[in-house]
């Protein structure tokens, strides 16, 4: 899995640390680069391992460790604290709209897995009692819709859809129909950016004031690695994300992704993707 590697490491350099006893800042110095370099080659953002091994460094010399009879379990202690921090400290939850229909705008880069994941989001809210209408605004990428109405079938949830439309209107005119039609949520669709793209950025930020969705999601391929962060800094920037849905967790990903993303302020983990089939994610 995504931090097995990353786990197995770690365990290596505090097991050396809890064996010696008292120690020195010569130690803790060898095992901070330890650390760093174990980060470094889970793919964390260079830019969130630094600041996360200075925070360490700092706390790990600081006198309380320093002097205390197990120094190497407070450093344990201490890297333990700043990695909740930065993963964050609670469970992101989705906002539920007191008045239905509760929108999600769904964005990432493509090749995320954007679309397939909005088939599982829909089969998990559909478990839950839900009544949830894809709406399919992916009017550039060939077969997108098409592939929207498969995994939209496999979920056992509706799709709408006009087909090579405007995206802008198609939002609208979906959520609409979803507030005519009794249906409690809708999973916006967008089309998925092969870069950051200034023109379909915009389109981004029209469908977002068109439709002012309750979350607005970014999809992250969790084998991104080190430019995830990049990524989600400028989506943010651009549209205030609500949330992060981190993908393919169960390939060869190794952990960087989830913890760089987790470095974008308040942007904590809301999904998890770890399997091809429905049910394999968690919230």
Do not use: W
């Not at 590697?5 to 505090?14: D, G, R």
């Not at 962060?229 to 981190?246: I, P, R, S, W």
């Amino acid at each position: 899995m995504a931090f097995g590697s990353l786990s197995e490491k770690l365990k290596h350099i505090f097991a050396k640390l809890t064996r010696s006893g008292k120690l020195t800042e010569v130690e803790i110095n060898a095992a901070m680069r330890e650390v760093k370099l174990a980060l470094l080659e889970a793919d964390v953002n260079f830019l969130v391992v630094k600041k996360f091994i200075a925070s360490v460094s700092e706390k790990a010399l600081g006198e309380q460790v320093m002097t205390s009879l197990t120094p190497g379990q407070m450093v344990i202690k201490v890297v333990h604290e700043e990695m909740t921090e930065l993963l964050g400290r609670t469970n992101e939850k989705l906002v539920i709209s007191p008045k239905p229909p509760s929108v999600y705008l769904m964005c990432g880069l493509q090749g995320a897995g954007k679309t397939t994941f909005c088939g599982k989001f829909a089969h998990m809210l559909k478990s839950q009692g839900k009544r949830v209408l894809l709406v399919a605004c992916d009017v550039y990428r060939p077969a997108a819709i098409q592939q929207l109405k498969v995994v939209g079938k496999n979920a056992g949830v509706d799709v709408y859809d006009e087909g090579q439309g405007k995206p802008i209107a198609i939002a609208s005119n979906g959520v609409k129909f979803a507030t005519k039609n009794g249906f409690d949520t809708v999973i916006v669709d967008t089309a998925g950016r092969l870069h950051i793209d200034q023109a379909l950025m915009k389109e981004l930020v029209e469908i977002k004031r068109e439709i002012n969705p309750h979350e607005v999601l970014l999809t992250v391929d969790a084998m991104t690695g080190q430019d995830a962060v990049n990524t989600a800094k400028t989506f943010n920037e651009t549209l205030e994300l609500t949330g992060v849905l981190l993908t393919k967790l169960d390939g060869d990903a190794r952990g960087g992704t989830a913890l760089s993303i987790c470095s974008v302020k308040g942007k904590a983990i809301t999904l998890r993707d770890k399997g091809e089939k429905n049910g394999d994610k968690d919230v």
